[in-house]
């Protein structure tokens, strides 16, 4: 029997500030809520690896017949749907990629002891998330070492549902969320609009969430050269642009 994989490694968790109690008639009555910082738990330095080459989409979808075997495939529908960034912080460069599944292929993409994980960002927690054919996804894998997601051992693989949607951005955590004093911001997020929302995907320490702007979240615009949706360009191993 196969073990599922889990996620390997530490990671810097971030920490989302909900705003309660927001009216549409009033403002909210007593103190600012602060704004969303990163978890104050020490965490370990990620790894430097040298730069890896952008992805084009002829690799992007060898790597998911890699992983998958047909299970799932690419969507270029969805305008920007692939591109890369350390999503999960820990130094190895990750792959996003907008995907569909294939209905004759659902029963092994649900199967409990594939080799990745399915998850819905926007309802966490949930005991058990199933993947339809009508279901849009996107496939988030996870790299290994100095090759990322290009090193064959990268399997380690989420599953997203409800998530990819448009006008997709890697953007550093450091241009997203309010650091703590003397916690170093690291990886990415991705900035996207669904369902009319603009919000972000994330990596929490343990599994992949999303929250809307309106919840407290401080997306601030990505800096020059993000619109490539190359994350090596806005921030994983750059110093940081100045803003206009």
Known sequence: MRDVRRPRGAAAALGVAFCLGCGHERPPSGPREAEPTLDQAAQPEPAQFPPVPAPEAKDVRACLARIFA??????????????????????????????RPIAAGLTALNDPLADWIVEDPRRPGSPKTGVAASDALLAVVH?????????????????????????????????????????????????????????????NGARYAWTAAGDGIRLTVPPTGAGTGHAAQVGLSSPKRRKP
């Open 143 to 203: 790299g290994h070492g100095s090759e990322g997601w290009r090193n064959p051992d990268a399997r380690q693989t989420y599953v997203l549902k409800n998530t990819g949607g448009s006008r997709m951005l890697a953007v550093p955590t450091s241009e997203a969320v309010t650091p703590v004093a003397g916690h170093e911001r690291v990886g990415h997020v991705i900035r996207e609009t669904l369902d009319g929302s603009s919000g972000m995907l994330y990596w």
């Open 70 to 99: 047909g299970v799932v495939v690419a969507d270029p529908s969805r305008g920007r749907w692939y591109l890369d960034g350390d999503f999960n912080g820990d130094g190895s460069v990750d792959l996003a990629v907008a995907a």
